[in-house]
């Protein structure tokens, strides 16, 4: 069951706290029956946690809490929760256990909820940022005036029933053991940590107003951007404007306070009021940044960014970013991503890109090779998104696959809605496919020139390594049961059986003999590489090993991709050329032949048909 770890001060009154669970509980939604942990209830006193070590005590069950709910008291008295030695100490350490703080207030009940688990729940954990949250929060408004006290406090100034615990708990925020004398010259250090303690529950609480502030026209927000940029030892700043007011003024006054030493960026300002402005104000903040190794920006579906706001983005990401997430799905004003493109070739130590550009109608192939062309050779998990993209055709799948790293892991891609992709883009995925693909997700829904041919191909060329794969194919000319067989690996791999079965052999592979003529599957390569367009460059020395006029064929550049499809399908080994166990050929030569040379190099024979 979820854990409800509560915070608050013993002067409230015991009758008002059922109304509140109850009314928490309904605004939470909880699917299930829920534990509240309740300190005067839970604990034998007087309190010795902070000498018994960090497992005992109220620190054990925040650690196994699912929600933090701060029980601010009822009218005047919620400034009193904020003068409190211990609520001030249970918030610090739930912000050190990121744990998402929830609020609430007692006769009449009211709450401030950021996380849910009902149906909004899963839909914010499958979708996140998505609209039902906000929309939640705006129709339940909270008097923000109850949170405004906590900006002010100040842990040396707060109290605390008993003078001993008063003291173990500052001498636990200065860094020092409860049994620690104090030395001189610690003075100092201690006053500084203090300071960090304030800043830093400052500015979670003001990150906690944000939201209402803007959505109420309460007070300008310079002030919360203050106390956040007091905030230095901030590392990590995430925050949903999804579905609000939130403008180019106040995208602004948050860039400003962004603190120097972050290290984790997320903002999602999906159908905000935001426009190019705020992005290049955004864009000069992050410039500044010189350890940001996280940039989350969700963008969708924001009509006022411009050409000039994205470029500016991708002239100032900073090169240390290892995770880069960006969403401009719908920005219907942005013409070209070119200078994104440059932006991310310079992140050499990128390793997760999650682009999304989809609903772009200037996006074409040319775009998507420029897009491809700057992948990082590091790079281990891809997201594109192109759903809508009316001008997106099967050369841009192509460019972006032959880009792609060997090593690679996870893979998504988005072609959904895209009229121009056809069989030949799914060729070339199944062909040109990162070998060590671990998952991989492709949705090609209402893409109507997609059938059944490519698909199964695509399914049969799966790299061995996957774990698991997620194929999207409602809207196509795909066969339902191939449709539903797409889901997941499982219903793949029982779908290939099937059809083994009902043809009665095993899968042929490209390279295959009827009677005593060696003939080549050409449909099978047509899209694998260029150089396979001749079906003569390789076809005819191997028929005239079938004809006997050569003693072995010859094993041409061109077609040790060929050499090396053949290998699994034979049960050759690594490096193993299925000519091996043919008759030797019995001339010798010192030179080197220039056609087959790893072939020659294993033997020191030449082949008789280079010369």
């Known amino acids: 069951s979820p854990l409800v770890f ?141 949170i405004e006290p906590g900006l002010q406090l100040d842990i040396r100034t707060s109290q605390a029933s008993n003078k001993e615990d008063y003291e173990r708990i500052l001498q636990a925020v200065a860094g020092f053991e409860p049994s620690h004398l104090p030395e ?23 990150l906690a107003m944000w939201y209402q502030v803007i959505q109420q026209g309460l007070a300008d927000p310079k002030r919360l951007a203050r106390v956040i940029l007091a905030d ?129 109608e200037n996006m074409d192939h040319r775009q998507v090779r420029t897009i491809a062309e700057s992948f990082p050779p590091r790079l281990m998990n891809l997201h594109l998104g192109l759903r809508g993209c009316p001008y997106f055709t099967s050369s841009g799948v192509q460019s972006m696959v032959l880009s792609l790293p060997p090593e690679m892991s996870m893979l998504s891609l988005n072609f959904s809605v895209c009229d121009r992709i056809n069989n030949d883009a799914v060729r070339w995925l199944a062909f040109k496919m990162p070998r060590m693909l671990k998952v991989l997700q492709i949705d090609l829904s209402d893409c109507v020139q997609v059938d059944d041919t490519s698909v199964l191909l695509l399914m049969q060329k799966l790299p061995s390594a996957l774990k698991g794969v997620t194929i999207k194919l409602a809207g196509t000319r795909v066969s339902l049961p191939i449709q539903r067989a797409g889901r997941k690996l499982e219903t793949i791999r029982r779908l290939l059986d099937s059809q083994e079965r009902k043809t009665g052999s095993v899968r042929q592979s490209p390279l295959r003999r009827t009677g005593t003529t060696t003939t080549i599957d050409m449909a099978e390569f047509k899209f694998a590489s260029p150089t396979f367009s001749s079906h003569s460059h390789f076809a005819q020395p191997l028929a005239e090993y079938a004809r006997g006029t050569h003693d072995k064929p010859c094993a041409g550049s061109s077609i040790r991709f060929l050499l090396s499809v053949t290998q699994r399908s034979q049960g050759l080994s690594e490096g193993t050329y299925p000519f091996a166990s043919l008759k030797e050929p019995s001339t010798f030569s010192k030179a080197r032949c220039n056609t087959a040379p790893a072939l020659m190099k294993e033997s020191g024979k030449r082949c008789a048909t280079c010369f």
């Open 184 to 206: 001189p010259g610690e003075a100092r250090t201690s006053q500084e940590r203090f300071c960090k303690f304030n800043r830093r529950l400052r500015g979670e609480l003001a």
């Open 232 to 360: 230095e030892e901030r590392t990590t700043l995430n925050k949903n404007f999804s579905h609000s007011n939130f403008g180019d003024y106040h995208l602004a006054q948050l860039a400003a306070a962004l603190p120097s030493n972050l290290l984790h960026l997320q903002l999602s300002l999906w159908s905000s009021q935001i426009g190019t402005p705020g992005i290049r104000a955004l864009s000069k903040s992050l410039s500044q940044l010189k350890h940001l190794e996280t940039l989350t920006l969700d963008c969708q579906m924001c009509s006022r960014i411009g050409q000039t706001g994205v470029d500016a983005l991708g002239l100032c990401l900073p090169t240390t970013i290892t995770v880069l997430r960006l969403n401009f799905h719908g920005a219907f004003a942005v013409r070209n991503i070119l200078g994104l493109a440059k932006g991310i070739a310079n992140l050499r130590n990128l390793r997760v890109l999650s682009i999304d550009i989809g609903g772009i």
């Open 6 to 146: 509560i915070s608050h001060w013993w002067g409230s009154k015991i009758k008002h706290f059922p109304d509140c669970l109850e009314h928490y509980s309904r605004r939470k939604e909880f699917k299930q029956e829920v534990l509240f942990w309740i300190f005067a209830f839970a604990e034998r006193h007087p309190r010795k946690h902070l000498q018994e070590g960090p497992d005992a005590g109220f620190i054990g069950a925040l650690a196994l809490a699912d929600c933090f709910l701060l029980m601010l008291g009822k009218g005047d008295q919620v400034s009193t929760f904020f003068s409190r030695t211990w609520c001030l100490f249970e918030v610090e350490r739930a912000i050190r256990e990121k744990k998402v703080m929830d609020f609430a207030l007692q006769d009449p009940p009211d709450v401030l909820v950021e996380t849910f688990f009902d149906q909004v729940g899963q839909m914010e954990k499958k979708t996140p940022r998505s609209e039902a949250r906000s929309i939640s929060m705006r129709e339940h408004p909270f008097p923000i005036q109850a």
